[in-house]
């Protein structure tokens, strides 16, 4: 039987327009998504019976049918007509409710191993139908690095590459709710100017201080939370060149013009906040970090 350890980058959003809703409730975006270096670690084991168990040493993480982790593995097999016992451990690294896709990531992880695991080589694309079936940004952790995300998040179009760049993370102590950012956001009396073909146009040009300018959030109109103010000033008085709240929130990045700025910004913050790290762009999404047999 086999075990496989892999890791689940996190994403920003470099730009995040809502461009507007469907009959059925579903908001429709145009954003631009990058993979950062801050990753859940999911371990992935075949068992003798055909039961999906989860552990974490996470206590707010369900480890039951509710993780998407579950829904990912139950979605794999339904639709490759495979079936295995599985164990998954979940070493959490991304905050929760923080706008950073964990869960979508450790969803994406599951679906990604499990082609590996099963030999089923499925291509990229119908592994991202299998994701959309799980959760709107899955397909995106499937790809990773940079990319031009639309529709309900299953549009993905693939951009150039970013050069590095220095980041730093913070997140207080308050989460966000999707759905009651929606709302929120729904509640605007007008509409927003979009930046997302903008910044593509600079990631095009590979013009990160055009990209930098157009770095932004329709979300940071709606939500309303001190700490994510506290967490802004902090950023823009330590020099970052931006400070944007990522997703529906509450994480904020800022990106800096050095690691030894970034680092100094998130010595800062860590008097005021929770959490704060640094981190930086990468280019690549779910990685094998360890691959073996286990058991006879």
């Known amino acids: 039987m086999k075990r496989l350890t892999v890791q689940a980058p996190a994403k920003i959003n470099l730009t995040l327009d809502i461009t507007g809703r469907r009959a ?146 913070a997140k207080g102590r308050m989460g966000v709710s999707t759905p009651e950012a929606y709302k929120k956001l729904d509640s605007l009396p007008q509409q927003q100017k979009r930046h997302t073909s903008a910044a593509c146009s600079a990631i095009a040009d590979r013009n990160i201080g055009n990209l930098i300018c157009h770095c932004s959030n329709h979300f940071e109109a709606a939500i309303s939370l001190p700490e994510i103010d506290t967490i802004r000033d902090v950023m823009q008085q330590s020099g970052a060149k931006c400070a944007v709240m990522s997703g529906s929130g509450a994480a904020v990045y800022g990106i800096c013009q050095t690691r030894q700025m970034a680092q100094s910004c998130c010595n800062r913050l860590h008097t005021v906040i929770p959490y704060a790290v640094t981190c930086k762009t990468v280019p690549e999404g779910i990685t094998i970090l360890t691959e073996d047999t286990v058991g006879s």
């Open 24 to 169: 059925d409730g579903y908001h429709l975006l145009d954003s631009v998504f990058q993979t950062v270096s801050i990753y859940d670690i999911l371990t992935i084991e075949q068992t003798a019976d055909s039961a999906i168990t989860l552990t974490s040493p996470n206590p707010y993480l369900p480890c039951n049918q509710k993780n998407i982790a579950y829904k990912a593995a139950e979605a794999f097999f339904a639709a490759t007509d495979k079936r295995c016992g599985l164990h998954i451990h979940i070493e959490k690294h991304i905050p929760s409710q923080a706008g950073l896709g964990g869960g979508s990531a450790d969803g994406a992880a599951v679906i990604f191993a499990l082609n590996h695991m099963m030999e089923t080589a499925l291509p990229l694309d119908r592994l991202c139908e299998i994701g959309a079936g799980v959760g709107a940004d899955v397909p995106f952790f499937l790809l990773g690095g940079t990319a031009r995300v639309q529709g309900i998040g299953e549009i993905l179009t693939p951009l150039r590459a970013l050069p590095e760049l220095h980041l730093v993370v």
